[in-house]
T-cell receptor, first 116, second 110 residues
Framework: GAGVSQSPSNKVTEKGKDVELRCDPISGHTALYWYRQSLGQGLEFLIYFQGNSAPDKSGLPSDRFSAERTGGSVSTLTIQRTQQEDSAVYLC??????????????FGSGTRLTVV | KQEVTQIPAALSVPEGENLVLNCSFTDSAIYNLQWFRQDPGKGLTSLLLIQSSQREQTSGRLNASLDKSSGRSTLYIAASQPGDSATYLCAVYAGNMLTFGGGTRLMVKP
């Protein structure tokens, strides 16, 4: 696609429910990142994919968070048993690994998650 | 561990002023540095990217410089306009990740 697409754009869920957030990167982009931005806070790195593999999962805040990427394209971030502190904007970015130095990363518009 | 700091955290200026936003980073072993703009409730829009081998990049009224050896970058905004009001973020790429600064919240008053 023309840009990085994230869905849903907004999600309100009850505490304890599971949620899935989706990221559809730019076609052909091999690198994909998830970041989290809590209200009034900076961007927090969550996880990085190169192709379908995730060499760096160090940013996932707890074992309630998991992510996968299939076919080297769409990625899903899953949060199990959501807590109120999970409320944040979840941002996805993608890049063509062979040109990230020159072109950098393109971000999606984010998913605003509210846990009530 | 890479740390990125942006000064000032917030800035309010009258329309027409020239502005300088500052970004510093602790580890000079970076591939590139990117400046982003974020409007309230929105995602990030890339403004300028400077590769580690470059010194500056320009786009319209924006000019970004990079001094990798001293760990500093500046974003210069000429003739500011109310439409420039947003949060400006710098990010450095190293070690397979982007590390962001805390941002500068800019308000340009008509």
């Amino acid at each position: 696609g023309a840009g990085v697409s994230q869905s849903p754009s907004n999600k309100v869920t009850e505490k304890g429910k599971d949620v899935e957030l989706r990221c559809d990167p730019i076609s052909g982009h091999t690198a994909l990142y998830w970041y989290r931005q809590s209200l009034g806070q900076g961007l927090e790195f969550l996880i990085y994919f190169q192709g379908n593999s995730a060499p760096d999962k160090s940013g996932l805040p707890s074992d309630r968070f998991s992510a996968e990427r299939t076919g080297g394209s769409v990625s899903t971030l899953t949060i199990q048993r959501t807590q109120q502190e999970d409320s944040a904007v979840y941002l996805c970015a993608s890049s063509l690994a062979s040109s990230f130095v020159r072109d950098g990363y393109t971000f999606g518009s984010g998913t605003r998650l509210t846990v009530v | 561990k890479q740390e990125v700091t942006q000064i000032p955290a917030a800035l309010s200026v009258p329309e027409g002023e020239n502005l300088v936003l500052n970004c510093s980073f602790t580890d000079s072993a970076i591939y590139n540095l990117q400046w982003f703009r974020q409007d309230p409730g929105k995602g990030l829009t890339s403004l300028l990217l400077i590769q580690s081998s470059q010194r500056e990049q320009t786009s319209g009224r924006l000019n970004a410089s990079l001094d990798k050896s001293s760990g500093r970058s500046t974003l210069y905004i000429a003739a500011s306009q109310p439409g420039d009001s947003a949060t400006y973020l710098c990010a450095v790429y190293a070690g397979n990740m982007l590390t962001f600064g805390g941002g500068t919240r800019l308000m340009v008053k008509p």
